[in-house]
């Protein structure tokens, strides 16, 4: 590859693949992986479906781009980072809500992307795989947080498990409707969720709800 | 419409028209939406595409056929019924749970249509309102687990918000990764949920996680 004594090119080049990365991201933002085309990214772009092409041959090009700068995204996102235990667990679930545009559009994105996951074998080994990394970051912080004191006993697994439940669901929920669940709803729903976690009754089956 | 005198042609259409619902689910379950062609519907039957237009003139057509379908199937399924109160509140939530191929087929469909329903400002208030109605029915249980006494005080609509979220995320996380997720586990993380929910300082915030 050439890349000596160009730089103005070069420059050039890696500006219009920031600018399809920002079209493509738009339509998914707005009309989901299935309103993701290749003439849809051409209008956003203001370009035509032939220099597409060029970046794109094929649809499944397409989605695998838009799945690899969805991951990216997602990777390169700022967090919030205010402590250890239940501190940083809290922080780890408030990064995953819709509490910013930017973060609505992102978890309307991932949203819309589970259903093509879900139909395409390798995409769901590989949703599953990044689905129970994050349960075991958030099982650390579980760990951590009762070694504090601050969470009592319990398998932090199953208790990383219930908390990514709790927050994708409110993803969900937050995003159909989000004029009923507003960031401070969100945040108060979470903290709500967990303060249950914090009461020392909470493993063993003494209070169980099996009817 | 000439109906009179032909009922073994209107058996066989009706009989035809179940036959059309169910290659119609069969595509959705194995592909979602996404997949929801024709052509794949036509290949389920083991029919042409031609016949299927006869049923489906546009995409369009066959995309609000298959969420009525998908709609009508949840509530005409089965449901637990075992009790009041809290009891009931568990059965309106397993209710949710992909604990049998057919619910882990319908949620994966329910999964599937989130994509479409987000692009679309109709099918998403719609779907906003099924999850509102959803809520309420769930609040109002909540507020007969309080007077019997089984749930400490505390706004039932917020918890009826936190009780579907958590049902709602656990559906993702078992339909990716269901070895990981198999049905005893789903009831068992209902349960802890379900139980942490019963302990008496949940109202109020003396033991909030706010950091």
Same mark, same amino acid.
């Given at each position: !590859?050439?890349?000596?004594? !160009?730089?103005?090119?070069?420059?050039? $080049? =890696?500006?219009?693949?920031?600018?399809?990365?920002? %079209?493509?991201?738009?339509? !998914?933002?707005?009309?989901?992986? +299935?309103?993701?085309?290749?003439?849809?990214? +051409?209008? =956003? #772009?203001?370009?035509?479906?032939?220099?597409? &092409? $060029?970046?794109?041959?094929?649809?499944?090009?397409?989605?695998?781009?838009?799945?690899?700068?969805?991951?990216?995204?997602?990777?390169? *996102?700022?967090?919030?980072?205010?402590?250890?235990? @239940? +501190?940083? #667990?809290?922080?780890? @679930?408030?990064?995953?809500?819709?509490? &910013?545009?930017?973060?609505?559009?992102? /978890?309307?994105?991932?949203?819309?992307?589970?259903?093509?996951?879900?139909?395409?074998?390798?995409?769901? &080994?590989?949703?599953?795989?990044?689905?129970?990394?994050?349960?075991?970051?958030?099982?650390?912080?579980?760990? +951590? %947080?009762?070694?504090?004191?601050? #969470?009592?006993?319990?398998?932090?697994? =199953?208790?990383?498990?219930?908390?990514?439940?709790?927050?994708?669901?409110?993803?969900?929920?937050?995003?159909?409707?989000?004029?009923?669940?507003?960031?401070? *709803?969100?945040?108060?729903?979470?903290?709500?969720?967990?303060?249950? @976690?914090?009461?020392?009754?909470?493993?063993? /089956?003494?209070?169980?709800?099996?009817?």
């Amino acid at each position: !590859m050439y890349r000596g004594g !160009m730089p103005r090119t070069k420059g050039d $080049h =890696e500006a219009r693949r920031r600018d399809v990365s920002e %079209a493509v991201w738009q339509v !998914m933002a707005a009309r989901g992986f +299935a309103g993701l085309t290749l003439r849809a990214v +051409a209008a =956003e #772009l203001g370009a035509t479906t032939g220099l597409l &092409t $060029h970046y794109f041959p094929t649809k499944r090009a397409l989605v695998e781009y838009a799945l690899d700068l969805l991951e990216q995204r997602t990777l390169s *996102r700022p967090r919030r980072d205010s402590g250890k235990g @239940l +501190a940083a #667990l809290r922080d780890g @679930l408030l990064d995953i809500l819709p509490l &910013t545009p930017e973060a609505a559009d992102s /978890n309307r994105i991932w949203v819309s992307s589970w259903d093509a996951a879900l139909s395409d074998p390798d995409l769901s &080994t590989g949703y599953a795989h990044k689905y129970a990394v994050s349960r075991d970051r958030l099982s650390e912080q579980v760990a +951590a %947080a009762q070694e504090l004191g601050e #969470l009592p006993p319990g398998d932090p697994a =199953e208790i990383a498990a219930g908390a990514q439940s709790f927050v994708l669901g409110l993803v969900v929920q937050a995003l159909f409707a989000p004029a009923a669940f507003p960031p401070q *709803r969100q945040v108060q729903l979470l903290d709500d969720y967990l303060a249950t @976690l914090t009461a020392p009754d909470r493993s063993g /089956n003494r209070r169980s709800a099996r009817s």
